[in-house]
């Protein structure tokens, strides 16, 4: 792994997201609790929700667009719904984030 | 005999001399040097001689009897200059005393904030005999007041016990709750609640200036501009190992003086012990480490072999009356789950988090006795997942146990207010019920409780099960969500019942099963809040839906729709420039509205502040064409240039939008003005519709155009504009109160019954209330969202965190 720094804990909102751009695509940064943090997929499964601005709840999100839930753990839909986000190796170091940067590269996955 | 010299006599080098002497009285001739006039005493039992609880010479744990008797030399109140290991000996103030072995057991020190006037006289840490005594000093004379500095362990038990003396305190804390290292945000409540009800006052995110005064400390001043007099400051914001004269000797130190899990340094024959070392990158605080590490020393010295490892820690508060407990780690990482238990009757919260089928940490609030059989489980690993489902009621409940969903009503005190319309209390109640009234129909006969709007029948029905038990059979209701198994209804009122004002108030005292609600419960109970507290409840743009965060309504693909309020419909020609250029700038669709206004489509997200900046510029603000709160007023030229016009109908409309822009409500509202019966304006299907006549204005309600479609009803008719906009805010105002959230006004009308509505704004002073309520409502919530977030800080939140696809070019 080659872990990124990509920001400060504090840019982002306490049970809310940010974005970060990748060569794989937009990643979500999700901030659960006050030192906790997931990185996934920015794009819900079912029609392209931006999840980065859904509802941050437990360990969850909700896609705005039409209330798909996902666990942040495992990446998969809740309930009823069948789907899944990729997630992200992220982890936190004297309040910076750090972003796994081989498993969101092209040469990486190649 | 082999030469010990220890500098220090804090509680793990009396821990070590004890180990050492008990198991060989002869190893050693010790001396022990002690910068403090004394000799080692207990501590962390300095918070009850500081309440007073008890005296000095009771938490003394080494006197002068117990060195005499071990042959142990004092040097007390005598500093250690220097020490020089090339020729193995120490420097004291009163001369030299050569070792073969050398323990630091400097300890630690305050740490200081290093604001202005930290200096003064009257500021001090919590760390000593002389600040206790200097704090005990202070509290003698009446009505002195204390200001705390830091809301952890010891500045909280500083505070507890100042308010014991009788003294008023305040404690200031830097972060969103109290203790947050060792409690999550619902313990932190329920501490703060606890603290608060003892009489102390409890700051939150509260940062310090400076500390003034003439010639010693007089008041504290916060970066907030709050001015806090005082007669003491006591700062607890942390303590730092004391390794200066370490350095100093050349001995090897990171953060505090390097150990090995020997407890030797990089210095031959020379070790250390306590608060002053590092191990492993750790630092240490808590006593039961440093006792460990005592007794791993004590053997080393004595050339036996023994390991210090890292154990789990937990915390409890020694504040008489607050039952709190912490152990392991309950905040970081993913791959793990929670079980929540709260019992807002008791006050009990408790919070377990498992990792792959083990506990890894726990949190318990009121109720600690199992805390001890989690902290074993904790430390052993244990596999849970057989007992997973009734864990979290402790060993004695393995059987299982289910959370009484009655125990929110169970646990309101008498004077709870239930019927907000007739006063009506749940000890009139109780009394009714135990008079005879056993059905909803008795209670509404005898109390008039829930027989006006009819919104607390849930409430009253749950007070007549909770009396009665079995015999009476509680209807069911459609719970908020999964979180609760309250309706909208009863958390309404329970939160203006119990005074509730925060979102961790409601989930704590109203029993949520989940630890921070869900995306069904969180807005409503958002809106809840600002709407009952506008003054005390900070809006959480974190349980907002996206379109309400982002102030734009987010489209199919992610991009957001921009739509400038037109008061009234009216527009210039200025305005609709200034609307051009930025549509042909950002790239946007334009499309005339049906609520008079022009909408701005497919603009990213990243573009946002800009085009609000422009607009902005250009003299708009926000439509709030994506809130729940008020639309738009949709008005037909009315008298300025209709034949048929019989008042100013587009006046009145701008009067009305100008009035309640910027409220938010529990759906959304759209208001309309027709200036003649003919309603070009289409009033008679909005939420407030007025038809303009002759001899004044008709003012109906609760009205519908969109899966429903219903006319509106007469509200009242007047004489005066004055009087439509009153009764107008009025009628808005009583929504805002009293509405389930997602209900537009027609729905919550036909709960309610119009003629409930209009009963209460018959009334002139309650009128007249309503529009004082809305009105301090919008000396909060009356500012333009957009001009707030075109500051270039609001504005950087809305571009990405980084951009990781720009490094990969290079």
């Known amino acids: 792994m080659s872990w990124i720094d990509i920001g400060h804990i504090d840019d982002v909102p306490l049970r809310g997201a940010r974005l970060v751009k990748t060569e794989v695509g937009c990643v979500a940064i999700f901030r659960t609790d006050e030192a ?63 972003l796994d940067g081989e498993a969101v590269s092209t040469r990486s996955a190649a | 005999m082999q030469k010990l010299v220890v500098i220090g006599a804090g509680m793990a080098s009396g821990r070590l001399l004890e180990q050492l002497i008990d198991a060989d009285p002869g190893a050693f001739e010790i001396t022990l040097f002690n910068a403090e006039p004394r000799g080692n005493y207990n501590r962390i039992m300095l918070s009850p001689v500081l309440s007073g609880e008890k005296s000095f010479e009771e938490i003394v744990t080494h006197d002068d009897d117990w060195y005499a008797t071990n042959k142990v030399t ?56 002389e600040d206790t005594t200097a704090m005990t000093e202070a509290a003698a004379k009446p009505g002195a007041r204390a200001v705390v500095i830091g809301g952890g362990l010891l500045g909280l038990e500083a505070a507890a016990a100042l308010r014991l003396r009788g003294m008023e305190v305040t404690v200031l804390h830097i972060a969103s709750h109290l203790m947050e ?310 958390v309404r009122r329970l939160i203006k019942a119990q005074e509730l004002k925060s979102q961790e108030a409601v989930w704590q005292e109203l029993g949520w099963k989940s630890r921070n609600g869900c995306h069904v419960c969180r807005p409503a109970i958002n809106f809840y809040l600002l709407a009952d507290w506008p003054l005390d409840y900070t809006d959480d743009p974190q349980s907002r839906f996206v379109n309400e965060r982002n102030h734009a309504n987010i489209q199919k693909d992610g991009t957001y729709s921009v739509m400038p309020r037109m008061w009234g419909g009216m527009t210039s020609p200025q305005e609709l420039i200034a609307i051009a250029q930025a549509a042909e700038k950002y790239g946007a669709t334009v499309k005339v509205t049906g609520g008079q206004r022009i909408d701005l489509l497919g603009v990213k997200k990243e573009d946002l502040p800009a085009i609000w900046y422009d607009l902005n510029e250009a003299g708009m603000v926000s439509g709030h064409a994506y809130t729940k709160g008020l639309r738009t007023v949709k008005t037909c030229v009315g008298s300025d240039w209709c034949r048929f016009g019989t008042q100013d109908s587009t006046g009145l409309g701008i009067k009305l939008e100008k009035k ?34 002759d001899s004044g204005y008709q003012v109906s309600v609760a009205g519908a155009a969109g899966m429903d479609v219903k006319e509106t009803e007469r509200l009242v008719d007047v004489r005066t504009e004055e009087e439509a906009i009153e009764w107008t805010t009025a009628f808005i105002q009583l929504y805002r109160e009293h509405a389930k959230y997602l209900d537009r006004p027609y729905k919550w009308v036909a709960k309610v019954g119009l003629d409930w509505v209009k009963e209460v704004l018959a009334d002139d002073a309650e009128r007249q209330a309503l529009v004082e309520r809305f009105d301090i409502s919008q000396s909060v919530y009356q500012k333009d969202p957009w001009a707030e977030r075109a500051e270039p800080e609001a504005a950087r939140r809305f571009q990405p965190l980084a951009d990781l696809t720009l490094k990969a070019a290079e």
């Not at chain 2, 700062?235 to 004269?245: D, N, Q, S, T």
């Not at chain 2, 090995?260 to 608060?275: H, I, K, L, N, S």
Request: charged share 25%; with cysteine.
């Open chain 2, 181 to 490: 290292r060792q409690l999550d945000p619902a313990a932190g409540y329920l501490l703060k609640k606890d603290l608060e009800r003892r009489g102390i006052t409890v700051l939150l995110e509260a940062s310090t200036k400076e500390i003034v005064g003439n010639g010693k400390a007089e008041q504290v001043n916060l970066a907030d501009g709050t001015e806090l007099p005082c007669d003491i400051v006591c700062m607890a914001v942390g303590i730092r190992p004391a390794v200066k004269l370490a350095q100093n000797s050349g001995i090897a130190c990171g953060r505090a003086i390097k150990v090995d899990a020997q407890m030797r340094t990089e210095t031959p024959d020379v070790y250390a012990v306590g608060e002053c070392v590092e191990f492993e990158g750790n630092l240490f605080g808590l006593v039961a480490p440093l006792y460990d590490q005592a007794k791993v020393l004590a053997k080393t010295l004595l050339g036996q072999e023994e390991t210090f490892a890292m154990r789990e820690l937990s915390t409890k508060l020694k504040v008489t009356g607050c039952d709190l407990f912490s152990a392991g780690d309950f905040a970081d990482g993913p791959g793990r789950e929670d079980i929540v238990y709260r019992d807002p009757a008791r006050g009990i919260y408790k919070r377990l988090v498992i990792e792959e089928d083990k506990l890894v940490g726990a949190v318990m609030y009121g109720d600690t006795a199992d805390g001890n059989w989690f902290f074993g489980l904790i430390k052993d690993g244990t596999d849970i997942s057989e007992m997973r489902e009734t864990l979290i009621f402790g060993p004695s409940y393995q059987g299982g146990a289910s959370v009484d969903p009655l125990s929110a009503v169970a646990a309101l005190p008498p004077e709870a207010e239930i019927c907000g319309c007739n006063g009506v209390c749940k000890g009139d109640i109780v009394a009714a019920i135990e008079a005879g009234a056993t059905d909803l129909g008795a209670i509404k006969a005898t109390t008039k409780a829930s027989a006006s709007c009819g919104t607390c029948t849930g409430l009253v029905e749950q007070v007549l099960s909770v009396t009665l038990g079995d015999e009476f059979v509680l209807p069911t209701a459609q719970p908020v969500c999964g979180c609760t198994d309250l309706p909208h209804e009863d």
């Open chain 2, 660 to 693: 309640l822009w910027g409220s938010w409500t529990p759906h959304k509202v759209k208001l309309a003005v027709s200036g003649c019966p003919r309603n070009c304006a289409e009033a008679t299907c909005k939420d407030v519709g007025i038809i303009c006549v």
């Open chain 2, 74 to 129: 004092c040097r007390f109140g005598e500093k250690v200059l220097s020490v020089d290991t090339a020729r193995k000996v120490v420097v004291g103030e009163k001369g030299e005393v050569a070792y073969d072995k050398l323990v630091f057991g400097t300890g630690s020190s305050a740490f200081i904030i290093p604001c202005p006037g930290h200096d003064l006289p009257g500021v001090v840490a919590f760390r000593d005999l």
């Open chain 1, 36 to 98: 906790e943090v997931f990185a996934a997929s920015n794009t819900c499964p079912h029609r392209q929700g931006p999840l980065s601005e859904g509802i941050v709840h437990g360990q969850k999100v909700t896609c705005p667009l039409h209330n798909w839930v996902f666990d942040l753990n495992t990446g998969e839909a809740q309930g009823a719904d069948e789907g899944r986000i990729t997630t992200y190796p992220v982890r936190l170091e004297d309040g910076r984030i750090l």
